[in-house]
């Protein structure tokens, strides 16, 4: 009898294992790509930051003060707004305080020069509060300003004493003699005396009456030695363009 030896078959767990093997290749193929993509993307994420980064960074070395400065100008205007309103808040106190006894009103100036000509000023008080034509201005020193020339209900033009071509009586306080000032605008006056006449820069001319006012200081004169006239300038104790409030009496 011959022996006829098997045909070997397949082992089947060897089947199993190479099912296996090409799964296992599926998923680390599978894996490699999703790592990829991830890595990639997270390279795109990356770059785009330092990207972002870099720009910014040579911004600000190359401009230093752009943030401060903008955080310095916001700041400064606040400020601005606040010392302001401090200021007005003072300067109101301020004048209050020195009211006299008299009847009087106080006034806010709207307009003012260079915004008006010839020294006038427009204040926001009017008949409604008892303010008539003629009523005499004065500031927070007592120092005469001007003199109400039109008013209606709400408001009233004032003409100041040193508007172009209006003369004002003016006495010499140390001499008792009144000469007459003629405006020049922007708060001076001229005057003119025969050349002997007694005055001198620093000589103070008042508005005089029941109750006297200071009105302008002499700042220069003017003589020719072939003139037998010199000439007086004068400079008001105000400054029209600075005018704020004034004092209206009623």
């Known amino acids: 009898m011959k022996y006829h030896p098997s045909r070997k078959s397949f082992p089947f767990n060897k089947k199993i294992v190479g099912i296996i093997l090409v799964l296992f290749v599926f998923l680390v193929a599978s894996f490699i790509s999703s790592v990829r993509d991830i890595l990639i993307t997270s390279y795109s994420y990356s770059a785009w930051f330092a990207r972002q980064f870099t720009v910014e960074l040579i911004h600000r070395v190359i401009n230093p003060w752009e943030s401060v400065n903008i955080e310095n100008a916001t700041t400064t205007v606040a400020q601005a707004e606040i010392n302001l309103l401090r200021k007005e808040n003072e300067d109101l106190k301020t004048m209050l305080g020195r009211q006299p006894s008299e009847k009087t009103i106080l006034a806010r100036v709207l307009v003012k020069p260079p915004q008006t000509p010839y020294d006038e000023v427009v204040i926001d008080?009017?008949?409604?509060?008892?303010v008539s034509e003629g009523a005499q201005l004065y500031d927070e020193t007592g120092a005469l300003v001007g003199?109400?020339?039109?008013?209606?209900?709400?408001?009233?033009k004032a003409k100041l004493f040193s508007s172009p071509g209006i003369i004002t009586e003016g006495e010499l306080l140390k001499e008792g003699i009144v000469l007459s000032l003629l405006g020049q605008g922007d708060g001076s006056f001229t005057a003119k005396v025969p050349r002997e006449f007694n005055v001198k820069e620093g000589d103070i001319f008042i508005l005089s009456g029941l109750k006297s006012r200071p009105l302008a200081e002499v700042i220069k004169i003017q003589s020719d030695a072939e003139d037998s006239f010199k000439i007086i300038f004068a400079k008001g104790f105000f400054e029209p363009r600075s005018l704020t409030w004034v004092f209206v009496e009623l």
């Open 147 to 156: 003199t109400v020339t039109s008013t209606s209900n709400s408001f009233s």
């Open 125 to 130: 008080v009017g008949q409604s509060l008892g």
